[in-house]
């Protein structure tokens, strides 16, 4: 199966514009598609004929009724959850620290088709060039299919044998697209950013991985050009030799290598179409909630198109961007069963059509690949319809609360608050947790300035104390109680940074923001924390 990118917009738009009706037969297809599961037989999927039914039948959920039939799934029982075979389990800790483990179809594949490439294909396809993903997705495309592989990295490798990636539309080819191991993959990817000048698209799965990409350019470039003009990879980064020697047989000219050197020493601001002068394109998934690290990432990219790519989770891709520089999604109505719980709380679901404009959902999801009536932890407000498809925006994880003393402040007022500071010290990452060690308690933000400041910061620390209480005004009332005390703020290096979120857990995986610390700060680690910095 070949994906066409306008037939593809083209066909997502389509069905839109039928999504109740698509939504409806998807449950049908589910239902009698399944009846012979053991779920199916449980809850009797073969006499289900429609919504109301289904919804009297089966009970909200979460992971843990899952569990146990997943389990058995992982120990090679089939026909237990779905009778589509399954390619992979996606682990994930999930919010409360809990390992699960979320399986994905071959179904549910051909139904998310090309959504997270069909824009960047578009672009490749008028302006030509190449795309430059700077992730690498932990899969050898010479051996059978890994088990725990990201959602993302399933459905490249799913893409890839269904014929519908073109390798020479990569720069630095599958080679370094799919392996099991690069090593030192940031000095891998620099090196073939470095050695390719034609690149018109440049993605990677998070966009925060593309701002780790450009601070190690900032710092490592010298590092890197010096290993290509000798052409020899120090012995010191742990990089495979087939890696190596792909490398080294990368052709670049001593033309490219002193147009690079020269553009570096001048400065990493706007460095990526100094870089790529056909640059059109900048795609990867973030939301307002990233808001402080995309503001940063800009200063390195320039006036190039954002495209915020999708809206999904190890249990689904849900939502296709509508338009480039928009954080809005539209739900893609072929991927999954939909119903949606008012964000306030309540047990009554309400279906696409019967949501209303501005107001705030969770989506439940009865996808293909065994979730049934599936509760999302997302808090999602309805933007907007295209057709009878809702369109939305992502505001926050619902589990990502903080509280002290009964302020019960949502991230994205924090998010929202620090985005709004002043830009002198230019915060570009941030980490915020509850200092419980402390009476009265207050927050702990844990951040790094661009600038190169170091230390505690009051002005920043009263400013964000004004910012939360104009946001939040039980905070603001605990705070005139002195049942809260002002925030503390600690800018610290870079390094120093990456040390406290492993200390703390957040590290790992794609690097996305991790704002949220909940419980990982502790007297110990403050204190260790302000004496690194």
């Not at 010191?236 to 020269?262: A, C, F, W």
């Not at 307002?288 to 954002?306: C, H, M, V």
């Not at 230019?426 to 230390?455: L, M, N, Q």
């Not at 870079?494 to 419980?519: D, M, Q, R, S």
Request: charge should be negative.
């Amino acid at each position: 199966m070949h994906f066409d990118n306008a037939e593809y917009w083209h066909q997502l738009e389509e069905d839109c514009f039928h999504a109740d009706e698509i939504n409806r037969n998807n449950l049908l297809a589910l239902m009698r598609d399944n009846k012979d599961t053991e779920i199916g037989k449980t809850y009797d999927f073969g006499t289900i004929d429609g919504i109301d039914e289904y919804r009297r039948r089966l009970p909200l959920s979460h992971y843990e009724p899952f569990r146990g039939y997943v389990d058995s799934m992982l120990e090679g029982k089939n026909n237990v959850l779905t009778v589509y075979p399954v390619e992979n389990y996606c682990r994930t800790s999930g919010t409360e620290g809990i390992a699960k483990n979320i399986p994905v179809t071959s179904e549910a594949f051909r139904r998310y088709g090309n959504a997270v490439g069909y824009r960047q294909e578009e672009i490749i396809n008028e302006f030509g060039g190449k795309r430059f993903m700077i992730n690498t997705f932990r899969t050898d495309l010479s051996k059978e299919s890994t088990k725990d592989l990201l959602l993302s990295e399933s459905l490249f490798r799913y893409l890839y044998e269904e014929g519908s990636l073109d390798e020479s539309h990569f720069a630095g080819g599958f080679k370094t697209l799919f392996s099991d191991s690069l090593g030192d993959r940031l000095f891998v990817k620099l090196w073939v950013g470095f050695a390719e000048r034609d690149i018109t698209v440049l993605e990677s799965i998070f966009l925060y991985d593309l701002l780790i990409f450009f601070t190690y350019l900032e710092e490592f470039w010298e590092e890197v050009l010096s290993a290509m003009a000798k052409r020899r990879i120090p012995e010191g980064y742990k990089i495979p030799e087939d890696i190596r020697n792909y490398l080294l047989s990368l052709p670049v000219s001593n033309d490219r290598l002193n147009e690079v050197r020269t553009l570096c020493m001048g400065g990493a601001y706007g460095i990526a179409k100094k870089l790529w002068p056909g640059l059109k394109l900048v795609s990867g998934v973030s939301n307002r909630s990233y808001f402080t690290e995309d503001k940063t990432l800009r200063a390195y990219i320039g006036d190039a198109q954002y495209y915020y790519l999708a809206y999904c989770a190890s249990e689904c891709y849900m939502g296709a961007a509508v338009d480039d520089n928009d954080f809005n999604y539209v739900f893609m109505p072929r991927t999954a069963f939909y119903e949606f719980l008012p964000a306030e709380g309540g047990e009554t679901t309400y279906l696409p059509l019967e949501l209303e404009l501005g107001k705030c959902y969770k989506p439940v999801i009865t996808n293909f690949s065994g979730l049934y009536r599936y509760v999302m932890e997302d808090i999602l407000r309805v933007q907007g319809f295209l057709g009878k498809s809702p369109i939305f925006e992502f505001i926050m994880r619902s589990s990502q609360t903080l509280n002290i003393a009964g302020e019960k402040m949502d991230i994205h007022l924090i998010e929202k608050a620090i985005s709004e500071l002043d830009d002198k010290n230019s915060i570009s990452e941030w980490t915020i947790g509850i200092e419980h060690d402390t009476t009265p308690g207050r927050y702990f933000i844990a951040a790094v300035s661009s600038k190169g400041y170091v230390g505690f910061n009051t002005d920043i620390s009263n400013k964000l104390d004004e910012k939360l209480s104009e946001y939040n005004p039980d905070y603001a009332d605990l705070r005139q109680m002195d049942y809260i005390r002002r925030p503390q703020v600690l800018l610290m290096k870079p390094g120093t940074y990456g040390n406290v979120l492993k200390e703390i857990g957040l590290a790992g995986g794609h690097k996305k923001p991790n704002h949220v610390a909940n419980n990982g700060f502790t007297y110990q680690l403050y204190r260790k924390w302000v004496e690194e910095a």
